[in-house]
């Protein structure tokens, strides 16, 4: 007890005073905090109003003699404290033994006694006062994390502390990859760009970004007499699949192009005329879209033409219906492509083969049928059929299909009266290879064609090398002549054209099937 007296008799000695006598400690008031130490290493905090702070409360602690504490603890008020013991209150305060056994010690300098957070700086100790800072906010422009992958450069607001004051600006990734959290994309395959709003090298047409795509034709069309500069450049692209993406027109400097677009299933959704062929991913030149639902079959639910091309078809709508096997059992049409709004309503019906057996219109879709019509098969083919005006069971005109027996159709009868004469008959003709040579038709139906004659020519690899059309069927008044050549892979390689079959007025391109040229039109490489 000795040694607490002293201490407490040391301490009032160094307190400074004011008042009447600054030498009579009874009367003497403190002015603020005043730190003292009995030997200049250790502080103590007084509080404003004279008092001083209370750090001697350590919870669970049991007053002992100082006799009884060792020296690897801290003897502070009467209390045995283990060593690196901080103070319940004052964060900055320390038990350490090494450096004053009987007073608590400030922690070192820049050690964190509270933990920041979002947009809340941590506060360190500053080695002198046992207090801690005062708790604050981050000041704006402090880089924080708002923990948020699809934000860059996030900053604090200055205005408080908490995730909500912790904002980036917001990034997207074109909806071809995942955000990294750094201001960029993690693309998917055949997508390039930081923001994944492009293709990738070796990849074509985005949004698409094919990197199997193959040119099939490349024609190039030159003079009336065949001869000179190409004047229109028609180029149709696909892809290993033959699927068609891009079919390329380009008249003296003027070009066109239709564009493919599928969706996820590699089913068409879309088709764009863009008349300025570049610019893939800006829709704003797009003109004439139109636009395919599929269900996931890849049945057409519905198609319509989108005069804004911004994604909602508004105009000339066709909506259909199928059964569970995929056949088409209704379909009907909105100019306004509203579905409440709808005319020309179908319906179909077919037999456990999938043949459609009967067709039914009711062109207001009132549910009153206008035209009902009846299909007849044998072995799969369709062979006899029926229209009856106004659906009443009065068969009013009746067809009849002939075929070879390589189920080719080689005749087709109209009886329109349905009392077995016949009034206008189709014929076709094939070669021994099964190649349609001649079509044509005869009012007489004498099993021959008389008239509206179209011939056909093949080489002995049964590609098509000629073809023209006779009215009379004569073979003296040909018209509306055509001739190819192909290479030694049956790929076309040259074509000519001539509406009265004469040289002086004959046109002709060539075609080429390397893409290199094609994508010198396309600009995508």
Known sequence: MKFSIWLFFTFVMMVSCTGSDADDLDNCTCDGDVETSTDGDNENVIDGDGDTDSIDNIEDVEEVEEESCPESKCFIDGECIDAATKHNEYLCAVCDPD?????????????????????DEAEACDGLSFRCPADRAAAYGESCDDGDDCTANDVCSGSGKGGENCKGITYHCSGHGSCNGDDYCNCDNGFGGDYC???????????QCKNDLVC???KMYSGADCTGDSLMVEIIVKDSDEKEYITFYDMNGNSDCLEYYYDENGYLEATVINPYCANYDDFSHNEHCRLFINDNNGNVLTKGRDSNCDGNPDEDCYYYEWDINNNLKLESYSETCSANLVTNCNSYEYDADGNRISK?????????????????????????????????????????TEYNQD?????????????TIVQNCEYRVYDDKGNLVLKGSDPGCGGTPTENCYYKAYDDRNNLISEYEDPSCSETQVEYCS???????????????????????KSCYTVSHSCEEAFGFLEVE
């Open 407 to 419: 189920g080719q159709q080689t005749a087709y009868e109209n009886d329109y009266n349905c009392d």
């Open 99 to 119: 450096k004053d056994r009987f007073n608590w010690s400030a922690i070192a300098d820049g050690t964190v006694c509270r933990e920041g957070g979002f947009c």
């Open 483 to 505: 001739s190819y050549t192909y290479n030694d892979n049956n790929q076309m390689i040259k074509g000519a054209y001539s509406d009265d079959c004469t040289e002086d007025k």
């Open 197 to 207: 709003d492009q293709c990738a090298d070796g990849h074509y047409l985005y949004p």
């Open 360 to 400: 039914n219109k009711d062109d207001n879709c009132d549910l009153t049928e206008e035209f009902c019509y009846e299909y007849t098969y044998e072995n799969g083919l369709l062979t006899y059929e029926t229209a009856d005006v106004n659906c009443d069971e009065s068969i009013n005109s009746c067809y009849t």
């Open 216 to 218: 099939r034709v490349t």
